[in-house]
T-cell receptor
Framework: EPEVTQTPSHQVTQMGQEVILRCVPISNHLYFYWYRQILGQKVEFLVSFYNNEISEKSEIFDDQFSVERPDGSNFTLKIRSTKLEDSAMYFC??????????????FGEGSWLTVV | KQEVTQIPAALSVPEGENLVLNCSFTDSAIYNLQWFRQDPGKGLTSLLLIQSSQREQTSGRLNASLDKSSGRSTLYIAASQPGDSATYLCAVPEGGSEKLVFGKGTKLTVNP
């Protein structure tokens, strides 16, 4: 069964450093998302991306965050200057259509980011 | 703003028992509702998606119901097995957006 693949699985970084999290979507999927889950908290929406541009973003997704699809396959989340509170599991998700249209989205296994 | 609540937060049952997990949401104007499973340290796996026009959806031993007017959904698991042990999350799209709003989940433990 096709999978959403995320790398790295775990990264430890110093506060203030830049981090790039990578995702390989399922091949025919056109809608891409990043979510995060702080330990013990709810899964939270960060951003949705369609047709090479951000379609929606949450209040969490401030100027420190950016997303892009640099080579038409990978989908990346960049955090420019990490803070301690960015420590979380970051999930990439992809789908063939909009979620409000009843389309399931498929999550990757996550990238666990620890900021020290 | 949509809020999703799940009760109980944790549930421990003996193998073979039938069980019900509950999900409630504050804004009943939803397009659909999804139930996910999350194993420890892993991603989310979609189990069932119920459209707003549906009242039930079934997959194997799982049955999800939706009562939009009361803002509730239940996930029924029949004849539970130790392999069902996981955290179960429900989620709804917020308004007309692409954002899924999740509950905190119910952590299920099925004891052999």
């Amino acid at each position: 069964e096709p999978e959403v693949t995320q790398t790295p699985s775990h990264q430890v970084t110093q506060m203030g450093q830049e981090v790039i999290l990578r995702c390989v979507p399922i091949s025919n999927h056109l809608y891409f998302y990043w979510y995060r889950q702080i330990l013990g908290q709810k899964v939270e929406f960060l951003v949705s991306f369609y047709n090479n541009e951000i379609s929606e973003k949450s209040e969490i997704f401030d100027d420190q965050f950016s997303v892009e699809r640099p080579d038409g396959s990978n989908f990346t989340l960049k955090i420019r200057s990490t803070k301690l509170e960015d420590s979380a599991m970051y999930f990439c998700a992809t789908g063939t259509g909009v979620v409000r249209g009843g389309n399931t989205i498929y999550f990757g296994e996550g990238s666990w980011l620890t900021v020290v | 703003k949509q809020e999703v609540t799940q009760i109980p937060a944790a549930l421990s049952v003996p193998e073979g028992e039938n069980l019900v997990l509950n999900c409630s949401f504050t804004d009943s104007a939803i397009y659909n509702l999804q139930w996910f499973r999350q194993d420890p340290g892993k991603g989310l796996t979609s189990l069932l998606l119920i459209q707003s026009s549906q009242r039930e959806q079934t997959s194997g031993r799982l049955n999800a119901s939706l009562d939009k007017s009361s803002g509730r959904s239940t996930l029924y698991i029949a004849a539970s097995q130790p392999g069902d042990s996981a955290t179960y999350l429900c989620a709804v799209p917020e308004g007309g957006s692409e954002k899924l709003v999740f509950g905190k989940g119910t952590k299920l433990t099925v004891n052999p």
